[in-house]
C-alpha cells in the first residue's frame, strides 16, 4: 500500500475524538490548487515526504487528514493522537509547526489555531495555580492585580531597583516584575537583587498590610533557570519570570515541573513572539502560543492590550477568553495586559480584557511627574474606578496623583 501526496486529502473526513485538529490558512506555491498544498501540508506535518513510499507495513493509520479546504485558503489538518509523544511540547511543534513552515508547496502557511484532544492535554501538567494565584498568594480577590517592571530596563544598580519596588509597592501596586532583558548583569546581579528585593517586600507588606510579591526573571539555561528559581523559593519567593518563547519549551516544562515542589508560581513573559505571530499569513498564531504556554504550564501568560498601547497585539480578548475555558480539567491561565500602559487607558483596556487580569506598567508609573510612587497611586486608583464604576476623571478630584497622570498622557 503506497503513500503519496494526494492520499493526504479526504474532503470528508470526521476527526476522531482523539484527533490534534489544526487549522492552518495557506497561500498555496506556484502552479498548485488549494487542495494539493493542503495534502503537501498534511503528509509532510506527518508521514509522508516528496517522494511516493510503499511501506511493507500498514502506517496509514499515523497519516494526517486534509479536510474542510477551503478557497479563502483555511483547511484543517487532523493528526492521530498516536503522532504524538504526549507530554513533549518539542516532538508536537516539530510536527504541526515544523518543516511545513518552509515547504516551497506553500508561499505562506501560518498555523492559526488548534483543539486540544483530551489525549495530548492528560500528557501536561497545565499551570499549577492559574487565576488562584489572584486569591492565594495575592489579595486581588475583586479587582485586577497590578504590576511593575522598573525602567530603566537595565542599567540600575539593586539598591535603585530594590527601592524603586520598594516605592512601587506602598504605592499601590501588588508585584515587581524584572524586565525581560535583566537577569544577572554586573550592574545588578541575579541573587543580590532577589535577596534585596525580597527584603524590601517585606518591608512593604508590613506597612502596607497588604500582601506583595515579585517576578524574579529567571531566564536562562535550563540547568542555571532551575538553580535560579529554587534561590528565589528559597529566599521566600512565590513567583518566577519566564521569558518562554526565547528560552524555549522544553526548558519552560523542566521549570514547571521543578516549581511544583517550589510551590512557586510562573510568570510567562513572550518577547520574541512576534517573529512567529506578527505577519497574520505566516508563521503560528499568538493563539497557537498561548495554548502551549498554558499546556506547559506557566500561571500568567502576557497577552497584550486590546489594541491601546504601544505594541501590536493579535487577538488579545478571543485569547483570554481561550485561557480562561475550560481545557480537560487544566487550570486555567491569568492574561497579563502591558505594553505602553498608563492609568489613563486602563478602563479602555479593562473593557476589552475584562478584569480578571494582571494589568502591568513600566513607563506608565515611573514616568509619572511625581515619581514611582505617586505613578503606582495613580494606576491604583484608575483600577479602583474601574472597579466602583466611576469615570477617571471623577477619581481624580480625590486622587490627585491621577490627576497628574490624566493631565501628562491623556485618555489614549
Ligand atoms: C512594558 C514591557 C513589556 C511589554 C511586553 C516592555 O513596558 O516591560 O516587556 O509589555 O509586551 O519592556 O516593553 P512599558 P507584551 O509598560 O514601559 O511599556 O506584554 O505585549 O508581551
Ligand atoms: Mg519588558
Known sequence: ???????????????????????????????????????????????????ALSPESDVRSYSAHAFDVAEDGSVRVAYPAALFEAGSMPQILSCIAGNIMGMKAVDTIRLADCEWPEALTKGFPGPQYGSAVLTEILEAEDRPALATVPKPKVGLSTEEHAQIGYDAWVGGVDLLKDDENLTDQNFNPFEERVTQSLEMRDRAESETGEKKDYLVNV??????????????????????????????????????????????????????????????????????????????????????????????????????????????????????????????????????????????????????????????????????????????????????????????WGRD
Open 1 to 51: 500500500m503506497g503513500i503519496a501526496y494526494e492520499d493526504f486529502l479526504d474532503e470528508s473526513y470526521e476527526p476522531a475524538a482523539d484527533d490534534l485538529v489544526c487549522e492552518f490558512h495557506i497561500q498555496p506555491g506556484q502552479g498548485l490548487t488549494m487542495g494539493e498544498a493542503a495534502a503537501r501540508v498534511a503528509s509532510e506535518s506527518s508521514n509522508g515526504t516528496w517522494a
Open 219 to 408: 531566564t536562562a539555561e535550563t540547568d542555571e533557570m532551575v538553580r535560579r528559581a529554587e534561590y528565589v523559593a528559597d529566599h521566600g519567593g512565590r513567583f518566577v519570570m519566564v521569558d518562554v518563547v526565547t528560552a524555549g519549551w522544553a526548558a519552560v516544562q523542566t521549570v514547571r515541573r521543578r516549581t511544583e515542589d517550589l510551590d512557586v508560581a510562573i510568570h510567562a513573559h513572550r518577547a520574541m513572539h512576534a517573529a512567529f505571530d506578527r505577519l497574520p499569513q505566516h508563521g503560528v498564531s499568538m493563539r497557537v502560543l498561548a495554548q502551549v504556554s498554558r499546556l506547559c504550564g506557566v500561571d500568567h501568560l502576557h497577552t497584550g492590550t486590546a489594541g491601546f498601547g504601544k505594541l501590536e497585539n493579535e487577538d488579545t480578548v478571543g485569547i483570554n477568553e481561550w485561557l480562561r475555558s475550560d481545557l480537560h480539567g487544566l487550570r486555567d491561565v491569568v492574561p497579563v495586559t502591558s505594553g505602553g500602559l498608563h492609568p489613563g487607558i486602563v478602563d479602555s483596556v479593562l473593557d476589552a480584557t475584562g478584569d480578571r487580569v494582571i494589568v502591568q506598567a513600566g513607563g506608565g508609573i515611573h514616568g509619572h511627574p511625581d515619581g514611582t510612587e505617586a505613578g503606582a497611586r495613580a494606576l491604583r486608583a484608575a483600577v479602583e474606578a474601574y472597579g466602583e464604576g466611576v469615570s477617571l476623571e471623577t477619581k481624580a478630584e480625590t486622587s490627585p496623583a491621577l490627576a497628574v497622570a490624566l493631565e501628562k
